[in-house]
């Protein structure tokens, strides 16, 4: 044992003068600056009335009282503790010290790493559309379930629990008013570029936009020139309509499709399909239209050819970017015309009352295509290039 009566490695006895209630400001202001895990000379201390400037003054050997408010030289405080450090002292009267520097460096390259993760995360490049999505103050696990369900979305008109099973192995994981539920919705209207929605009935027709409990009968695709082998009851129909423009239903959509042909064009407007109808007439090649954003049918649609290439092509402005990458992630489909070099060729062709492009999203085929659309402020509709297109059909 010391003299002091302690063992050798213990934290030093602080003395009662120390533990005095009118120094009590002295020890908190003290305690809160070397919180703040930067090095410390100075310490102020506010607000002290009468008997507590005597006692700092005492303390400190002062000549006279500091006033209200004083701002104590952390040396001197040092030299008057008989030994003990200041550290020592703050920690014993008041509580462990923090390290808010240390506590924000480690939170901030937290931040970093869950942006870097987030932004390369294959669901995210494939759709860029989703970075807005990294504003959402949401742990790396929320995320990851979400993305899991952005990425077996469209659903195939089953109902949310069976979506929610499938993904995430609770049936309950994307009910009403879950974080899930609402980071996923969120994520979608980004998709999709509308307001986030408000209301039980919008979260449902959000849903069924994205194919979960959607109707099989009434949600349908339009197409044109397929004419697969077959026995099924849907390969027998095409085969009667002989190429011409004809809607299938998701319902309907159970079986793959034979395709003797090995390319498959994909158009975003119904217009350009009834132009390819008109030119081509029965020998119209295999053609799908998604009719803006594909719906459950559409994406199940192309996903049921086997064996085929599929070569999508749409509007030219900031959702037919978004709607192309989602159509290509979810599918496979590759580029057609959709480059910055087809982008500024279609400018030139372009007359009068053209519209703006609207929020331009990076394109993951085409990484010039996106500043040269907003440097350019001008959308390139689908219709005006679609004799182009056409004449890569013949």
Known sequence: MTA????????????????AAALRPVWTALHERL???????????????????????????????????????????????G????????????GPLDDRRRRRAERREEREALLDWFTTHPVVTAEPALLALSAVRAGRDLLQQALAVLAALPGSGRPLAAVAADVTGDPHALDEGTRLSSLVLKALSMLYDIPAPEGAEARRALWERAG?????????????GLRPAGDSALARVLRIWDGQPSVITLAQLQDTLDLRERDVW????????????????????????????????VIRLLRSLPGTQLHYHGDLDGEGVRIAAYTMAKTGAEPWRMSTADYLRGLTDLRSGVPPPGRVTDAPWDPELAPAMRSHGLAVPEERVAEELLDDLT
């Not at 003054?57 to 008057?80: K, Q």
């Open 4 to 19: 002091a009566g302690r063992l050798p490695g213990d934290v030093p006895a602080v003395p009662e003068r120390l533990r």
């Open 35 to 81: 919180s703040s895990g930067h090095q410390v000379s100075r310490v102020k201390v506010t607000g002290l009335d009468a008997e507590q400037q005597a006692a700092v003054a005492d303390l400190l050997g002062l000549d006279r009282y500091p006033g209200p408010s004083a701002t104590i030289d952390v040396a001197r405080l040092e030299a008057a503790l």
């Open 83 to 94: 030994g003990l450090d200041v550290r020592t002292v703050a920690e014993a009267l008041i």
């Open 212 to 224: 979960v409990a959607c109707d099989a009968l009434s949600t349908t695709v339009l197409v044109a």
């Open 266 to 297: 994909v158009v975003e407007n119904p217009s350009v399909l009834a132009l390819a109808q008109r030119r081509f007439g029965t020998a119209c090649p295999p053609m799908v239209c998604t009719s803006g954003w594909p719906n459950s049918a």
